[in-house]
Protein backbone atom coordinates (compact mmCIF):
# COMPACT_ATOMS: atom_id res chain seq x y z
CA UNK A 1 0.00 0.00 0.00
CA UNK A 2 1.07 3.15 -0.85
CA UNK A 3 2.16 5.82 2.35
CA UNK A 4 0.77 9.32 3.00
CA UNK A 5 3.55 11.58 4.10
CA UNK A 6 2.55 14.99 5.16
CA UNK A 7 5.58 17.99 4.84
CA UNK A 8 6.49 19.10 7.68
CA UNK A 9 7.67 22.82 8.30
CA UNK A 10 10.31 22.93 11.18
CA UNK A 11 10.11 27.36 10.86
CA UNK A 12 8.37 27.63 14.00
CA UNK A 13 11.53 28.13 16.71
CA UNK A 14 14.46 30.44 16.79
CA UNK A 15 16.86 30.52 14.71
CA UNK A 16 20.23 33.14 14.73
CA UNK A 17 20.07 33.27 10.84
CA UNK A 18 16.90 34.88 11.06
CA UNK A 19 17.83 36.88 14.29
CA UNK A 20 20.27 38.44 11.59
CA UNK A 21 18.38 38.87 9.33
CA UNK A 22 15.13 40.39 10.39
CA UNK A 23 14.81 40.98 14.87
CA UNK A 24 15.92 38.98 17.58
CA UNK A 25 13.23 35.78 18.09
CA UNK A 26 11.51 36.69 14.88
CA UNK A 27 9.91 33.08 13.08
CA UNK A 28 7.34 32.31 10.81
CA UNK A 29 4.84 32.93 13.55
CA UNK A 30 5.41 36.34 13.30
CA UNK A 31 3.66 36.72 10.02
CA UNK A 32 0.24 35.11 11.71
CA UNK A 33 0.56 37.66 14.04
CA UNK A 34 0.90 40.57 11.60
CA UNK A 35 -1.91 38.83 10.27
CA UNK A 36 -4.06 39.14 13.17
CA UNK A 37 -3.18 43.28 13.97
CA UNK A 38 -4.00 43.82 10.08
CA UNK A 39 -7.52 41.37 9.92
CA UNK A 40 -8.42 40.18 13.00
CA UNK A 41 -11.09 37.62 13.16
CA UNK A 42 -9.63 36.67 9.80
CA UNK A 43 -7.00 34.92 10.35
CA UNK A 44 -8.01 32.70 12.57
CA UNK A 45 -7.61 30.09 9.77
CA UNK A 46 -4.44 30.55 10.55
CA UNK A 47 -4.18 29.70 14.05
CA UNK A 48 -3.28 26.63 15.69
CA UNK A 49 -5.22 24.96 18.47
CA UNK A 50 -1.41 24.66 20.12
CA UNK A 51 -1.25 28.35 20.01
CA UNK A 52 2.59 29.71 19.09
CA UNK A 53 4.44 26.86 19.68
CA UNK A 54 7.76 26.62 19.88
CA UNK A 55 9.31 23.98 18.41
CA UNK A 56 12.18 23.68 19.91
CA UNK A 57 10.03 21.84 23.23
CA UNK A 58 10.18 18.73 22.49
CA UNK A 59 6.83 17.64 23.93
CA UNK A 60 5.67 19.96 20.89
CA UNK A 61 6.98 17.92 18.36
CA UNK A 62 6.34 14.51 20.04
CA UNK A 63 2.33 16.00 20.02
CA UNK A 64 2.50 16.66 16.55
CA UNK A 65 3.66 13.21 15.51
CA UNK A 66 1.08 11.74 17.74
CA UNK A 67 -1.41 13.83 16.08
CA UNK A 68 -0.42 13.13 12.62
CA UNK A 69 -0.02 9.19 13.57
CA UNK A 70 -4.15 9.35 14.59
CA UNK A 71 -5.39 11.08 11.45
CA UNK A 72 -4.07 7.68 9.31
CA UNK A 73 -0.44 9.77 8.01
CA UNK A 74 2.40 7.30 7.80
CA UNK A 75 4.92 10.27 8.32
CA UNK A 76 6.71 13.51 7.83
CA UNK A 77 8.24 15.20 4.97
CA UNK A 78 10.50 17.36 6.83
CA UNK A 79 12.42 20.13 5.51
CA UNK A 80 16.00 20.06 6.01
CA UNK A 81 18.27 23.56 6.37
CA UNK A 82 21.93 23.63 5.33
CA UNK A 83 24.32 26.23 3.69
CA UNK A 84 28.17 25.29 2.94
CA UNK A 85 28.64 23.83 6.48
CA UNK A 86 26.12 25.94 8.45
CA UNK A 87 22.85 24.22 9.52
CA UNK A 88 19.67 25.58 10.73
CA UNK A 89 16.38 24.76 12.26
CA UNK A 90 17.99 22.21 12.83
CA UNK A 91 16.47 21.38 17.13
CA UNK A 92 12.86 20.43 15.44
CA UNK A 93 14.11 17.96 13.41
CA UNK A 94 16.29 15.83 16.03
CA UNK A 95 13.12 15.83 17.64
CA UNK A 96 11.68 14.28 15.39
CA UNK A 97 14.32 11.57 15.31
CA UNK A 98 13.53 11.10 18.83
CA UNK A 99 9.72 10.14 18.43
CA UNK A 100 9.50 8.70 15.17
CA UNK A 101 11.21 5.62 15.66
CA UNK A 102 9.40 5.21 19.10
CA UNK A 103 5.86 6.21 17.56
CA UNK A 104 6.03 3.68 15.10
CA UNK A 105 5.68 6.32 12.89
CA UNK A 106 7.79 7.60 9.61
CA UNK A 107 10.01 10.69 8.32
CA UNK A 108 12.57 11.27 5.87
CA UNK A 109 14.39 14.75 5.05
CA UNK A 110 13.85 16.63 1.83
CA UNK A 111 16.35 19.11 1.38
CA UNK A 112 14.83 22.96 0.52
CA UNK A 113 18.43 23.73 -1.21
CA UNK A 114 17.38 27.02 -2.31
CA UNK A 115 19.45 30.89 -1.16
CA UNK A 116 17.08 32.10 1.77
CA UNK A 117 16.01 36.07 0.79
CA UNK A 118 13.13 38.23 1.62
CA UNK A 119 11.43 37.39 -1.93
CA UNK A 120 8.00 37.24 0.38
CA UNK A 121 8.21 40.79 1.49
CA UNK A 122 8.98 42.03 -2.17
CA UNK A 123 12.64 42.14 -1.95
CA UNK A 124 13.97 38.79 -3.90
CA UNK A 125 16.84 40.51 -4.35
CA UNK A 126 18.09 40.51 -1.10
CA UNK A 127 19.65 37.53 0.26
CA UNK A 128 19.63 35.84 4.19
CA UNK A 129 22.22 33.35 3.55
CA UNK A 130 23.33 32.26 0.03
CA UNK A 131 23.26 27.97 -1.20
CA UNK A 132 27.00 27.06 -2.86
CA UNK A 133 25.96 23.46 -2.00
CA UNK A 134 29.56 23.93 0.03
CA UNK A 135 31.55 23.68 -2.66
CA UNK A 136 34.74 22.25 -0.97
CA UNK A 137 35.06 18.30 -0.28
CA UNK A 138 35.18 19.06 3.83
CA UNK A 139 32.14 20.54 3.64
CA UNK A 140 30.37 18.26 1.41
CA UNK A 141 31.73 15.26 4.03
CA UNK A 142 30.38 17.15 6.53
CA UNK A 143 26.64 17.60 5.53
CA UNK A 144 26.77 13.74 4.32
CA UNK A 145 27.83 12.81 7.76
CA UNK A 146 25.01 14.96 9.50
CA UNK A 147 22.36 13.20 7.06
CA UNK A 148 23.66 9.59 7.96
CA UNK A 149 23.18 10.27 11.72
CA UNK A 150 19.08 10.45 10.41
CA UNK A 151 19.74 7.55 7.51
CA UNK A 152 20.93 5.08 10.52
CA UNK A 153 17.68 6.03 12.67
CA UNK A 154 15.34 3.56 12.81
CA UNK A 155 11.96 5.75 12.17
CA UNK A 156 13.68 6.82 9.19
CA UNK A 157 12.28 5.86 6.03
CA UNK A 158 13.79 3.62 3.26
CA UNK A 159 12.38 1.93 0.11
CA UNK A 160 14.07 -1.26 -0.54
CA UNK A 161 16.94 -0.37 2.38
CA UNK A 162 18.12 2.69 0.83
CA UNK A 163 17.12 6.09 2.96
CA UNK A 164 14.79 8.34 0.89
CA UNK A 165 15.91 11.65 0.42
CA UNK A 166 14.34 14.59 -1.20
CA UNK A 167 15.17 17.60 -2.96
CA UNK A 168 13.61 20.87 -2.81
CA UNK A 169 15.02 22.35 -6.35
CA UNK A 170 16.55 18.79 -7.82
CA UNK A 171 17.41 20.81 -11.30
CA UNK A 172 19.53 23.16 -10.12
CA UNK A 173 23.02 22.93 -12.04
CA UNK A 174 25.38 23.67 -8.86
CA UNK A 175 23.49 20.95 -6.97
CA UNK A 176 23.76 18.57 -9.93
CA UNK A 177 27.37 19.76 -10.32
CA UNK A 178 28.21 18.49 -6.57
CA UNK A 179 26.16 15.45 -6.80
CA UNK A 180 28.74 12.94 -7.81
CA UNK A 181 30.66 14.17 -4.58
CA UNK A 182 27.93 13.63 -2.50
CA UNK A 183 27.26 10.19 -3.97
CA UNK A 184 31.12 9.33 -3.32
CA UNK A 185 30.62 10.10 0.09
CA UNK A 186 27.39 8.44 0.75
CA UNK A 187 29.15 5.34 -0.46
CA UNK A 188 31.88 5.58 2.01
CA UNK A 189 29.14 5.77 4.93
CA UNK A 190 28.03 3.02 3.44
CA UNK A 191 24.29 4.48 2.45
CA UNK A 192 23.11 4.91 -1.46
CA UNK A 193 20.41 7.48 -0.88
CA UNK A 194 16.68 6.83 -3.15
CA UNK A 195 16.73 10.31 -4.84
CA UNK A 196 13.57 12.01 -4.64
CA UNK A 197 12.89 15.22 -7.30
CA UNK A 198 10.50 17.54 -5.93
CA UNK A 199 8.98 19.02 -9.31
CA UNK A 200 7.55 22.50 -8.91
CA UNK A 201 6.94 23.15 -12.56
CA UNK A 202 4.50 21.20 -14.78
CA UNK A 203 6.59 20.42 -17.11
CA UNK A 204 9.66 18.11 -15.91
CA UNK A 205 12.98 19.55 -17.12
CA UNK A 206 14.48 16.54 -17.17
CA UNK A 207 14.40 12.75 -18.19
CA UNK A 208 15.67 12.18 -14.67
CA UNK A 209 15.73 8.60 -14.27
CA UNK A 210 19.42 8.26 -14.52
CA UNK A 211 19.78 10.64 -11.39
CA UNK A 212 16.77 10.72 -9.78
CA UNK A 213 15.24 7.31 -8.36
CA UNK A 214 11.20 8.99 -8.23
CA UNK A 215 9.69 12.50 -9.44
CA UNK A 216 7.16 14.06 -7.26
CA UNK A 217 4.89 16.62 -8.73
CA UNK A 218 4.89 19.44 -5.91
CA UNK A 219 1.40 21.13 -5.55
CA UNK A 220 0.14 23.53 -5.66
CA UNK A 221 3.05 25.29 -7.67
CA UNK A 222 3.16 22.97 -10.64
CA UNK A 223 -0.88 23.66 -10.81
CA UNK A 224 0.42 27.40 -10.83
CA UNK A 225 3.09 26.74 -13.48
CA UNK A 226 0.09 24.45 -15.60
CA UNK A 227 -1.89 27.57 -16.13
CA UNK A 228 1.11 30.30 -16.50
CA UNK A 229 2.45 27.76 -19.11
CA UNK A 230 -1.48 27.35 -20.66
CA UNK A 231 -1.95 30.92 -21.14
CA UNK A 232 1.73 32.49 -21.79
CA UNK A 233 3.39 29.44 -22.71
CA UNK A 234 6.60 29.55 -24.71
CA UNK A 235 6.40 34.04 -24.60
CA UNK A 236 7.81 33.70 -20.66
CA UNK A 237 11.20 33.29 -21.71
CA UNK A 238 11.50 35.60 -24.03
CA UNK A 239 9.07 38.26 -22.22
CA UNK A 240 11.53 37.48 -19.18
CA UNK A 241 14.48 38.64 -21.50
CA UNK A 242 12.98 41.66 -22.52
CA UNK A 243 11.97 42.70 -18.90
CA UNK A 244 15.31 41.86 -17.84
CA UNK A 245 16.63 45.15 -20.16
CA UNK A 246 13.32 46.98 -19.44
CA UNK A 247 13.55 47.57 -16.00
CA UNK A 248 10.61 50.04 -15.61
CA UNK A 249 8.85 47.55 -17.73
CA UNK A 250 9.63 44.90 -15.35
CA UNK A 251 8.38 46.79 -12.58
CA UNK A 252 5.32 47.84 -14.40
CA UNK A 253 4.06 44.07 -15.11
CA UNK A 254 4.78 43.43 -11.71
CA UNK A 255 2.98 46.07 -9.76
CA UNK A 256 0.10 45.49 -12.13
CA UNK A 257 0.10 41.67 -12.82
CA UNK A 258 3.25 39.54 -10.89
CA UNK A 259 2.43 41.37 -7.75
CA UNK A 260 -1.81 41.19 -7.21
CA UNK A 261 -3.40 39.02 -5.72
CA UNK A 262 -4.56 35.94 -7.14
CA UNK A 263 -7.52 33.67 -6.81
CA UNK A 264 -7.42 29.91 -8.72
CA UNK A 265 -11.20 28.22 -8.43
CA UNK A 266 -10.69 24.69 -6.34
CA UNK A 267 -13.04 23.99 -8.85
CA UNK A 268 -10.38 24.69 -11.90
CA UNK A 269 -7.60 23.02 -9.97
CA UNK A 270 -10.08 19.23 -9.58
CA UNK A 271 -10.55 19.13 -13.40
CA UNK A 272 -6.57 20.39 -13.42
CA UNK A 273 -5.45 17.21 -11.04
CA UNK A 274 -7.51 14.76 -13.53
CA UNK A 275 -5.36 16.17 -16.52
CA UNK A 276 -2.25 15.91 -13.67
CA UNK A 277 -2.96 12.01 -13.35
CA UNK A 278 -3.34 11.63 -17.51
CA UNK A 279 0.25 13.23 -17.73
CA UNK A 280 1.97 11.36 -15.13
CA UNK A 281 0.42 8.20 -15.92
CA UNK A 282 2.02 8.84 -19.84
CA UNK A 283 5.73 9.38 -17.59
CA UNK A 284 5.38 5.74 -15.80
CA UNK A 285 4.04 4.16 -19.31
CA UNK A 286 7.49 5.93 -20.66
CA UNK A 287 9.54 4.59 -18.04
CA UNK A 288 10.03 6.70 -15.14
CA UNK A 289 8.54 6.67 -11.60
CA UNK A 290 6.54 9.26 -10.89
CA UNK A 291 4.08 10.49 -7.60
CA UNK A 292 2.18 13.76 -6.57
CA UNK A 293 1.29 16.03 -3.76
CA UNK A 294 -1.70 16.53 -2.43
CA UNK A 295 -3.46 19.89 -1.50
CA UNK A 296 -7.11 20.50 -0.15
CA UNK A 297 -6.38 24.55 0.56
CA UNK A 298 -4.16 27.14 -0.01
CA UNK A 299 -3.88 30.89 1.17
CA UNK A 300 -0.50 32.26 1.74
CA UNK A 301 -1.83 36.03 2.94
CA UNK A 302 0.50 36.31 5.86
CA UNK A 303 3.21 35.85 3.88
CA UNK A 304 2.30 37.79 0.44
CA UNK A 305 -0.62 40.09 2.08
CA UNK A 306 -1.75 41.87 -1.24
CA UNK A 307 0.18 39.55 -3.46
CA UNK A 308 -0.99 36.50 -2.30
CA UNK A 309 -2.33 33.13 -4.35
CA UNK A 310 -5.41 31.37 -2.47
CA UNK A 311 -8.01 28.86 -3.61
CA UNK A 312 -11.42 29.77 -3.40
CA UNK A 313 -15.15 27.86 -3.44
CA UNK A 314 -12.90 24.77 -2.16
CA UNK A 315 -15.49 22.18 -1.57
CA UNK A 316 -15.26 19.82 0.95
CA UNK A 317 -17.06 16.39 -0.25
CA UNK A 318 -15.18 17.19 -3.98
CA UNK A 319 -11.45 17.48 -1.36
CA UNK A 320 -12.66 14.51 -0.08
CA UNK A 321 -12.83 12.75 -3.48
CA UNK A 322 -9.75 14.37 -4.77
CA UNK A 323 -7.71 12.94 -1.97
CA UNK A 324 -9.30 9.41 -2.88
CA UNK A 325 -8.69 9.53 -6.59
CA UNK A 326 -4.64 10.40 -5.78
CA UNK A 327 -4.61 6.79 -3.00
CA UNK A 328 -6.06 5.04 -5.50
CA UNK A 329 -3.65 6.09 -8.40
CA UNK A 330 -0.70 5.77 -6.16
CA UNK A 331 -1.82 2.40 -5.02
CA UNK A 332 -3.21 1.00 -8.37
CA UNK A 333 0.26 1.93 -9.42
CA UNK A 334 2.58 0.70 -7.33
CA UNK A 335 3.86 4.28 -6.21
CA UNK A 336 5.30 4.39 -2.77
CA UNK A 337 4.37 7.52 -1.53
CA UNK A 338 2.49 10.43 -1.87
CA UNK A 339 3.00 13.75 0.42
CA UNK A 340 0.06 16.24 1.54
CA UNK A 341 1.24 19.72 1.31
CA UNK A 342 1.28 20.33 4.32
CA UNK A 343 1.34 19.25 8.18
CA UNK A 344 2.02 22.51 9.77
CA UNK A 345 2.69 25.32 7.09
CA UNK A 346 0.66 27.93 8.45
CA UNK A 347 2.23 30.72 6.84
CA UNK A 348 0.63 29.62 3.63
CA UNK A 349 -2.85 28.45 4.75
CA UNK A 350 -2.59 24.51 4.27
CA UNK A 351 -2.30 23.08 7.97
CA UNK A 352 -3.47 19.62 8.39
CA UNK A 353 -2.85 20.33 12.22
CA UNK A 354 -5.74 21.16 14.31
CA UNK A 355 -6.86 24.45 14.34
CA UNK A 356 -8.79 27.14 16.40
CA UNK A 357 -12.27 26.83 16.52
CA UNK A 358 -14.18 29.01 14.28
CA UNK A 359 -17.69 29.42 12.67
CA UNK A 360 -16.51 27.31 9.66
CA UNK A 361 -13.26 25.70 9.16
CA UNK A 362 -13.00 23.67 6.01
CA UNK A 363 -9.49 22.28 7.18
CA UNK A 364 -11.17 21.70 10.60
CA UNK A 365 -13.85 19.42 8.47
CA UNK A 366 -11.32 17.72 6.15
CA UNK A 367 -9.39 16.53 8.82
CA UNK A 368 -12.47 14.53 9.68
CA UNK A 369 -12.56 13.15 6.44
CA UNK A 370 -8.58 11.75 7.44
CA UNK A 371 -9.63 10.47 10.89
CA UNK A 372 -12.31 8.21 9.51
CA UNK A 373 -9.99 6.97 7.19
CA UNK A 374 -12.08 6.54 4.40
CA UNK A 375 -9.83 7.30 1.86
CA UNK A 376 -7.60 3.96 3.04
CA UNK A 377 -10.19 1.23 3.06
CA UNK A 378 -11.52 2.56 -0.19
CA UNK A 379 -14.63 3.46 0.71
Same mark, same amino acid.
Given at each position: ??????????????????????????????????????????????????????? /?? $?????????????????????????????????????????? *??????????????????????????????????????????? %????????? *???????????????????? /???????????????????????????????? %???? /????????????????? $??????????????????????????????? %????? /?????? =??????????????????????????? =???????????? %?? $???????????????????????????????????????????????????????? *????????????????
Amino acid at each position: MSKAFAFFFPQFCNETINDEAWYPGFNDWDLIKSLIIRTGDHAAKFRCRKGFYDQ /SD $SSIVEAQVSEAKAMGLDGFCAYHYWFNGRIALNAPLEHLREF *SGANDFLYFLCWANESWTKRWVGRGSESIIEQNYGMKDGEIQK %HVEYLCTHF *SNDGYYKIQGRPVLAIYDPY /SDNFLNVLPIYRKFFAEFGFNPYLVAMESSFN %HQSP /SNETYDLMVRFEPRAHF $SYHRQRYVGPLEKYAKTVLAIIPKLNNLIHS %HIVDK /SKLYDY =FTFSNYLDNSLANLSQRLVAGELVSTS =FIAEWDNTPRYL %HR $STKFVNVDLELAGKNLKKIYEWTNNNQIPFFIFNAWNEWSEGAALESRMDCSFDLQ *SEFRKILLAKEWKLGK
